[in-house]
């Protein structure tokens, strides 16, 4: 069974820009949640995804958005880029919404310059 | 919100020597998540507890939840080379099962040979 999948891997970008990763959650798993982890912060929690709906946000400004396929797939998009959103962004996928055990992709990690 | 204080914050052991990482939590437990991470990589689901006083092992690796401290302990016996990475423990966003994980900002675990 293959597990969760994000592209891209790496990536740079400048300041301004605008970045869209993407997830692909192991297969039957219609949960999607997504994380930013930076060395200060640690993992904090973005926005979670259910059966195409967006269940939970996590207290990140409006640029942060996501959204959810028809297939689960997920992406997220982040507007308008900052130097503070230099981080490696990981998804998670489970079986059902709101916790359980989460299967982690190994994440995208973005640089902003 | 909930939120969660790891400790140590890092930890450098010789290899076969036992250590023990704690996370506590700002409210009652209704779920503990401890999750192992290779640096720049996802996360990789160690076990969960739900019940205070549940003890789970997996290898040379044990956890127990203390409800009443609202408290997790991870211990490993006998340290390898192995077991160094970034240990996190996550629990339920709001202190039950109605939101997603928030974690720990980890402790990084390095073993000497």
């Known amino acids: 069974k293959a597990g969760v999948t994000q592209t891209p891997r790496y990536l740079i970008k400048t300041r301004g820009q605008q970045v869209t990763l993407s997830c692909s959650p192991i297969?039957?798993?219609?949960?999607v949640s997504w994380y930013q982890q930076t060395p200060g912060q640690g993992l904090q929690f973005l926005f979670e995804y259910f059966s195409e709906t967006q269940r939970n946000k996590g207290n990140f400004p409006g640029r942060f958005s996501g959204r959810q396929f028809s297939n689960s797939r997920s992406e997220m998009n982040v507007s308008t880029l900052e130097l503070g959103d230099s981080a490696l962004y990981l998804c998670?996928?489970?079986?059902?919404?709101?916790?359980?055990?989460?299967?982690f992709g190994e994440g995208s990690r973005l640089t902003v310059l | 919100s909930q939120e969660l204080e790891q400790s140590p914050q890092s930890l450098i052991v010789q290899e076969g020597k036992n250590l023990t990482i704690n996370c506590t939590s700002s409210?009652?437990?209704?779920?503990l998540y401890w999750y192992k991470q290779k640096y720049g990589e996802g996360l990789i689901f160690l076990m969960m507890?739900?019940?205070?006083?549940e003890e789970k092992s997996h290898e040379k690796i044990t956890a127990k939840l203390d409800e009443k401290k609202q408290q997790s302990s991870l211990h490993i016996t006998a340290s390898q080379p192995s077991h160094a990475g970034i240990y996190l423990c996550g629990a339920d966003r709001y202190g039950g099962s109605q939101g997603n994980l928030i974690f720990g900002k980890g402790t990084k675990l390095s073993v000497k040979p």
């Open positions: 998670a996928s489970s079986t059902r919404p709101s916790g359980g055990e989460l299967f």
């Open positions: 297969s039957g798993h219609r949960s």
């Open positions: 507890l739900q019940k205070g006083g």
């Open positions: 409210k009652t437990l209704y779920g």
